[in-house]
């Protein structure tokens, strides 16, 4: 059976979540750490862009600056995220392998996804899976998702709306 671990790096800026991010996924391509399971928040509060996402476009940064919020690029795709430290993220750092073979990304976020959405059934909520990477109730998106793969890893993120 293979280790995983759980961990809640709390409450941090933008910059160190975004680096743990980055650390935590290089440490496991080198083998250093097993498959992980972070919960993370944000204080101060921030905006996180995308990767492909020009930041002068999609942040209003003078604003940010004057309410104090922290601008931060992701290692994953997708459109800007705005979080506060009443939002948790959660994340999956992991081989491919250990979740369910060789597949392409986009099979790995649809399968996790998917389990997201049935936990929230057992809760009595009308919760779908809706393509590309989100989740919703009732019509309504409540959560994206993303990720990035560097070789036979994956790195999946949820993030409520």
């Known amino acids: 059976m293979r280790q995983w ?3 809640d790096t709390g409450l941090r800026p933008a910059s ?9 996924l290089e440490c496991k391509a080198d083998g250093l750490v097993p498959d992980t399971v972070r919960f993370l928040r944000f204080s101060p509060p921030a905006v ?6 020009d930041v002068e476009q999609e942040v209003r940064l003078e604003y940010a600056r004057e309410k104090g919020i922290e601008v931060n690029r992701r290692i994953t795709g997708g459109g800007a995220i705005y979080f506060d430290s009443s939002a948790v993220g959660w994340e999956v750092i992991a081989s491919k392998r250990s979740l369910c073979g060789d597949y392409s990304l986009e099979w790995v976020f649809k399968k996790m996804c998917e389990c997201v959405v049935n936990a929230l059934k057992v809760f009595g909520l009308d919760a779908r899976f ?10 309504r998106k409540i959560s994206g ?3 990035v793969e560097r070789g036979r890893l994956f790195f999946f993120k949820v993030h409520s709306s």
Request: no cysteine; net charge negative.
């Open 145 to 147: 998702t993303g990720g």
């Open 5 to 7: 671990r759980l961990i």
């Open 130 to 139: 809706r393509p590309r990477n989100d989740i919703e109730i009732g019509g």
């Open 16 to 24: 160190e979540n975004m680096a743990l991010d980055d650390a935590i």
């Open 48 to 53: 996180l862009v995308g990767y492909h996402q």
